[in-house]
Every structure is written in structure tokens, then in C-alpha cells.
């Protein structure tokens, strides 16, 4: 699993719940800018990983389950058609 698997799953749970990631962060509490592709590297060129409380929040908002969630992060490469 990697960073890109991370935040592309988060990008397919948007999309299945009929959302922008945008639309999942704010309907989830958070800053609507939590998800954004600028946010996802430091200035550094760190890779910046999704805090655990996040995902907490957009599971909550959604109902979802964490096996909800992780049937979408598949390894780099292996994407569903």
C-alpha cells in the first residue's frame, strides 16, 4: 500500500458517495481543502498521508464501515476498470 493507493481510495469513497472529495471533507467537519491534490505533499516534497482522525470523520459521516473504506485502496497499478 502506498501513498498514492491512500489518497486514490479516498478519491473512489468520494465518488461512490456521490461527492467531490472537496464535498467529503466539508460534509465531514473538515476544512473543504483537506483532500486537495496541493495538500497531499509538503512544500519539502514529503508526502503528506490522511490523518487517522480524518478517515474517522468521513466513515462517520457516511456510515461507512473501515472494511467499507478499505476495499477501495488496492496496490498502485491494479485499479478496478
Same mark, same amino acid.
Given at each position: ?30 476544512? =473543504? ?13 514529503? =508526502?503528506?498521508? =490522511? ?17 467499507d ?5 488496492? =496496490? ?6
Amino acid at each position: 500500500m502506498t501513498h498514492e493507493d491512500v489518497w486514490r481510495a479516498i478519491e473512489r469513497f468520494a465518488t461512490e458517495h456521490g461527492m467531490s472529495c472537496s464535498g467529503l471533507a466539508k460534509c465531514s467537519g473538515l476544512d =473543504p481543502t483537506t483532500f486537495n491534490k496541493s495538500k497531499r505533499w509538503s512544500k519539502e516534497g514529503q =508526502p503528506r498521508w =490522511p490523518s487517522t482522525n480524518s478517515i474517522s470523520k468521513i466513515l462517520s459521516s457516511t456510515g461507512a464501515s473501515i472494511q467499507d473504506f478499505t476495499k477501495f485502496i488496492e =496496490p498502485h497499478g491494479t485499479e478496478r476498470q
